[in-house]
């Protein structure tokens, strides 16, 4: 991502912007012309736009460049090809077609789901053509198939994380029918915590000197608590500005599968970007523990080696014997 590209919210006056990105959204499949622009004209198309920043629902962000807008992504309430149930706001997103394959799209929509969470919504919809490359992204950045039909899928991304858990004598987590909403803490994770954490995931159990001075000199710590129970944890490491390294990411067993590591990993990125100064971009990576990399991916995580990288490698380092 190019350190120009900044990220504004999108206002009741930008109407042209809208059109020109309402029309770039509509998918062409290869071989065929593109439509006019009076399409825009078309009802099912002017709900996209119409008095867009005027309602409670609408919620956007333009990508801009050098002063000019090089992508959108918008959200409202809508009747739209996307629309699941009132109350769900459903996107619309484009980039202009010279800008594209350089991550515009991904960062408009990791932020915009990153508001939209923050402002207490539960879930948020799309709809995408099966012949547009862009399914894959939206599948990345959690989106789930909620039906399709023989040209389309119709797609949800849950926000918001609900967990249906008590906690019994003994620490164990079991099913339980009552809701209850997770805790996100910062730099709160004890010591104990970590080692019972650690080792769940199968790791041992490290010396607690070991891990007093390594929670000591991390970045940042988060952990993830359920009902007074931290059931989940992250260390952060890095210098700040250029480069972060995710270290220690553990979701406790009895709680896998249902959005506690999502939830835990879009709090640490909001953590990282709060770091930077505007027009700043950084760069975090992580080593996958053995079959979790699928996890990782659907994060918009990209597996070694790639086009870009070489093979992630490692060493262990061990102190002399005293």
């Not at 609408?58 to 002063?67: I, K, S």
């Not at 918008?74 to 149930?85: A, K, N, T």
């Not at 849950?158 to 003994?170: A, D, F, I, N, W």
């Not at 999502?262 to 970007?273: N, P, Q, T």
Request: charged content about 20%; hydrophobic content about 40%.
């Amino acid at each position: 991502m190019d350190k120009q590209i900044a990220l504004r919210a999108i206002r009741p006056e930008d109407t042209e912007i809208l059109q020109t990105f309402l029309y770039h959204a509509i998918h062409v499949p290869e071989g065929m012309e593109p439509p006019p622009r009076s399409i825009l004209e078309k009802p099912e198309l002017q709900v996209y736009i119409d008095g867009f920043g005027t309602r409670t629902h609408d919620h956007g962000l333009a990508a801009v460049e050098n002063g000019q807008v090089i992508g959108a992504a918008w959200v409202r309430d809508m009747p739209d090809y996307g629309h699941i149930e009132d109350g769900v706001p459903s996107f619309a997103i484009s980039v202009l077609p010279g800008q594209r394959g350089r991550g515009v799209g991904t960062l408009l929509m990791q932020t915009l789901l990153m508001q939209l969470r923050q402002q207490g919504y539960a879930k948020a919809s799309l709809a995408v053509q099966k012949t547009n490359r862009a399914a894959a992204l939206y599948r990345r950045l959690g989106f789930e198939t909620l039906r399709e039909t023989d040209e389309e899928y119709l797609m949800v991304c849950p926000l918001g994380v609900h967990t249906h858990c008590r906690t019994e004598k003994g620490g164990s987590l079991m099913p339980n029918t009552d809701h209850s909403r997770l805790e996100i803490l910062d730099n709160e994770l004890s010591a104990d915590d970590f080692i019972r954490l650690f080792a769940a995931a199968g790791w041992g159990e490290p010396p607690a000197d070991l891990t007093h001075t390594a929670l000591a000199g991390s970045y940042a710590v988060f952990s993830a608590r359920l009902n007074g129970q931290t059931v989940a944890m992250a260390r952060l490491l890095g210098d700040g500005a250029m480069s972060f390294f995710l270290k220690d990411f553990v979701v406790h067993p009895a709680v896998q599968g249902r959005g506690v590591g999502k939830a835990l990993f879009a709090h640490v990125e909001d953590y990282i970007r709060k770091q930077l100064k505007p027009g700043w971009h950084s760069y975090l990576e992580l080593s996958s523990a053995p079959g979790k990399e699928g996890f990782y991916e659907r994060l918009g995580f990209a597996a070694y080696p790639n086009e870009q990288n070489g093979s992630g490698m490692a060493k262990w380092i061990h102190a002399d014997e005293g």
